[in-house]
């Protein structure tokens, strides 16, 4: 773990909340100096602890309305299937998360499509066709609670 002091954890807080902020906006923010917010933020990128920046993007107003957690679970276990499987949902930008999971399902993907005639498209030319898929369970987003993907930093 990188050691990280109170004025690394505010950096990223004010980071999490708008990261087109400058270095100088960031500055008036926490009371150090633009230079010091650039040779910090350097660093924390330089560590991997600000893994990226990216716009985040309404998809209702991208034509995306329908927002699906698809469960799968693989029929034979081996490390080919799980890379074979890896390689495929990366590939798919319909496929906002991935996760590997513990339990009954193997996978849990978070998936992003225009209507249900794209997400069965997917599930079914897509997912079942793999060999190793044994099942696929999928549930629909009804509405969207909470989405703004913050990690809870103790300042």
Avoid: C, W
């Avoid at 999490?16 to 230079?35: F, K, M």
Wanted: charged residues 25%.
């Amino acid at each position: 773990m990188i050691a990280l002091d109170g004025f690394d954890m505010k950096i990223l807080g004010v980071l999490q909340e708008n990261a087109a902020l400058t270095n100088q906006e960031i500055a008036d923010r926490i009371g150090l100096s633009a230079s010091q917010i650039s040779r910090r933020r350097q660093r924390l990128e330089q560590d991997g602890v600000i893994r990226r920046y990216r716009a985040a993007l309404e998809p209702e107003a991208l034509g995306l309305s329908v927002t699906a957690f698809v469960g799968v679970t693989l029929g034979a276990h081996s490390r080919e299937n799980a890379r074979k499987f890896r390689n495929m949902v990366t590939a798919m930008p319909e496929v906002q998360e991935a996760h590997t999971l513990t339990g009954d399902v193997d996978y849990l993907l978070k998936i992003v499509v225009p209507d249900l005639k794209a997400l069965s498209q997917i599930i079914n030319d897509d997912l079942l066709p793999q060999e190793a898929v044994q099942n696929v369970r999928s549930s629909i987003a009804m509405d969207t609670l909470k989405d703004d993907n913050f990690l809870p930093l103790t300042l």
